[in-house]
Each structure stands twice: as structure tokens, then as C-alpha cells.
């Protein structure tokens, strides 16, 4: 058996690590750059320079000869073969699709970033941090999770910046969250300072510069209102990373862009072909630990395929929604229950998951100080 694994998120890499860790099948991660980009510490790293260290996990120490850098353009389902953009074919016998959803930077590293070295993506990161800090008026499009969470590290880090959320929802982070949540996180941002806007949208966002430094744009909104901003910041534009198999697995992708799944991970019409993370169409709140959770089925049902053994079914995680306000506030919501800060501060607040990450990883947390870090082995 040769499981390739195509994405080097948090998905695909815990997966590699657990079916390296087994050693029952030969396994190939495959992935633009050199390193894991830890996105969910793209926050604190925005703000903080020497959190940048945390944000770069190398695949070299990671999976060592497993690992594969190359971007996959094209598959053949039938043949079991993936074409990289240098022509170089990869066969397989199992595939795991774990490319996730794009969206802008710092949030991500797509587009444009998507093969940057992390030495090039930390002084991108650095330059984007720079030019944060030099800006006195912030203002973020979009009122998810990343918006929210982006809004609270520059409070706390910059507390004189005026800093304010425009969205086109009556409710922020997501719908799943009960009224006593909304109006938690509501009070949290306003002592922190920071103003929301609901119900409302920029309507010449096509005219103006976002996600870098431009002093004294204005904004306008379909609701008359008329704003000043040095450094606007998009959140949203969110798009599933399908190029390489919306061709060939054409059928199995829904119309938001994800890939149907049945109750294995597998991709609908493909017993051979699974999917974890973004990518899939499973409904649930997405949160840190869903990644993983996903990986540990497929690592079982790829085991058990080998032992002609009963598959196990995904459940979706308990629906669990942690909003950080900074390091140190935020709000919770477990199975529709009310927990205040504690929970988020300790699964957000206090490192964005980094030790966490590279402790599951198989990767030593690096030491703080301002080079590029280069992890080691635990």
C-alpha cells in the first residue's frame, strides 16, 4: 500500500506523522513548500515578531524522505497517478486529498504565496507585521472567527488603534453560536474597544488597497456610512483548493466546492480516495482539534482495509465554539452550554495551539527569539 497525501496542513501532516508512526504502508506527503504554515497562529504572529518562529513547521524534519515538495496539477483516477507542475508522476494506491480552502493572507499562504520558502514566507509575515504596526486606524471586512480573533490580538497588542469590524451578518464567528454568546463577545469587544458594525458592507471595496498599509482610504458602505482607514483587512473571499481534481473527481464535489464524503472519509464513488480537513463536505463547527480528528479515522479505516477489517465511521466532533479575544479573553460554547473564557484561553489564547501542533507534529517547540525557526525532532 502507498498512501500519498496531497496538502500539508494540519490534516495531511498529522496524518502522515500517525501513518509513519504505524509503519504498516509506505507513505508520500506531498506539498508546495518547504514547511507546515501553522495558520491558526497567524494572529499573534501579525503582531508579535518573535511568534513568527512558531508559525514554520519543516516537513524535512517532519517526515524526512516521505515528504515530497512539488504542487499537484492534475490526476488520473484510474491510472492512480498525479502529475506535478515539473511533469514528475506520483502513483499511488490510496489517495488522501488534504488541500483545504485558500483565502487571503496572513491567513493563509495561497495564491501567489503557495510556494514560498519559509524563510520568504516569514519576511512576507514580518513585512505584514510591520507595516500593521505603523497604522493607526484598522479596519477588517468579514465577522468570522478570523476576523474577530485578528481584531482582539491588535487591541492588545496596539491598544491606542482604533480598530473596527464590518459585517453583512446580524451575529458574528457563526450561527451556532446562542444569543448569551453574541452578547458576551459583544461586551468583550467593546471594553476592548473595538467597534462592530452588522448589517452592513463596503460597496467600493473593489476601488480600495486591502490587507496592506494605505493611509486614508475611504470606505463606504451600502448604509451610508463613510469610514477612514490605514490598513484594511479582508477575511473573507474564502475558496476551496480543488484545482487538481475538480476535473477528474468532477462528480464528488458539491456546489460550495468541497468533496462529498461518505460516512468513511472516502470520496463518494471512490472506495480508494479519502478527504479530511476544509476540504470535505462534512457539516460541523470546524475547530482546532477537527483536523485531527479526521486523520484518526482515515489512519484506522486505511488499517483496517489492510486486515479486511469493519471501517469506522466519522462522527463529528461535539459542536464546541472557542472566539479568543487576545491572549487573555474570549468566550465558549460547548454542546450549546455557556463556559466563559477558560476553555478558549487555554486551547487559543495562550499560544494559538503552537505547542500543541508541534507537539503532535513529532517536533520540538523552537525557542523564541528572532531568526526563522528550524525545528528538531522530539
Not at 506531498?30 to 514554520?56: C, K, L, S, T, W
Not at 488520473?76 to 487571503?104: C, F, W
Request: aromatic share 6%; hydrophobic share 40%.
Amino acid at each position: 500500500m502507498h498512501v500519498v497525501i496531497v496538502g500539508g496542513g494540519q490534516s495531511g501532516c498529522y496524518l502522515a506523522v500517525q501513518l509513519l508512526k504505524s509503519n504498516f504502508c509506505k507513505v508520500t506527503l506531498i506539498d508546495p513548500r518547504d514547511a507546515m504554515y501553522h495558520n491558526h497562529g497567524a494572529m499573534r504572529a501579525a503582531v508579535n515578531e518573535e511568534f513568527i518562529n512558531y508559525m514554520f513547521l519543516p516537513f524535512a524534519d517532519m517526515l524526512g524522505s516521505s515528504f515530497q515538495r512539488g504542487t499537484v496539477v492534475a490526476m488520473d483516477s484510474n491510472n492512480k497517478t498525479l502529475t506535478l507542475k515539473s511533469g514528475y508522476q506520483v502513483r499511488y494506491t490510496h489517495l488522501v486529498i488534504a488541500t483545504g480552502e485558500d483565502m487571503p493572507f496572513p491567513f493563509k499562504l495561497g495564491g501567489e504565496n503557495a510556494e514560498l520558502s519559509a524563510a520568504k514566507a516569514a519576511d512576507l509575515l514580518n513585512q505584514y507585521r510591520l507595516e500593521l504596526s505603523d497604522c493607526n486606524r484598522i479596519a477588517l471586512i468579514g465577522g468570522g472567527y478570523n476576523s474577530v480573533e485578528m481584531a482582539g490580538e491588535i487591541k492588545t497588542a496596539f491598544p491606542e488603534k482604533e480598530v473596527i469590524i464590518i459585517t453583512d451578518e446580524d451575529h458574528l464567528v457563526t450561527k451556532r453560536a446562542k444569543p448569551a454568546l453574541q452578547a458576551n463577545l459583544l461586551n468583550i469587544l467593546q471594553q476592548k474597544g473595538i467597534a462592530v458594525i452588522h448589517n452592513d458592507s463596503v460597496y467600493n471595496l473593489e476601488s480600495v488597497i486591502t490587507n496592506t498599509r494605505a493611509d486614508g482610504q475611504v470606505l463606504k458602505t451600502k448604509n451610508g456610512k463613510v469610514l477612514v482607514t490605514d490598513f484594511l483587512i479582508n477575511t473573507e473571499g474564502t475558496r476551496i483548493n480543488n484545482g487538481f481534481y475538480e476535473k477528474d473527481l468532477a462528480e464528488s464535489i458539491s456546489p460550495n466546492g468541497t468533496l462529498d464524503v461518505d460516512d468513511y472519509l472516502r470520496v463518494k464513488g471512490h472506495d480508494n480516495i479519502y478527504a479530511v480537513g476544509d476540504v470535505t463536505s462534512v457539516e460541523e463547527e470546524k475547530t482546532p482539534c477537527t483536523p485531527n480528528e479526521h486523520a484518526k479515522v482515515v489512519k484506522a479505516n486505511l488499517i483496517a482495509e489492510c486486515n479486511n477489517a469493519t471501517l469506522t465511521a466519522y462522527k463529528a466532533v461535539m459542536e464546541v465554539v472557542l472566539v479568543s479575544v487576545g491572549s487573555e479573553a474570549g468566550v465558549s460554547q460547548i454542546c450549546g452550554m455557556q463556559f466563559g473564557n477558560f476553555p478558549t484561553k487555554m486551547a487559543k489564547g495562550k499560544d494559538r495551539n503552537s505547542s500543541s501542533t508541534w507537539t503532535d507534529l513529532g517536533l520540538q517547540l523552537p525557542a523564541i527569539t528572532p531568526e526563522v525557526c528550524q525545528g528538531s525532532k522530539v
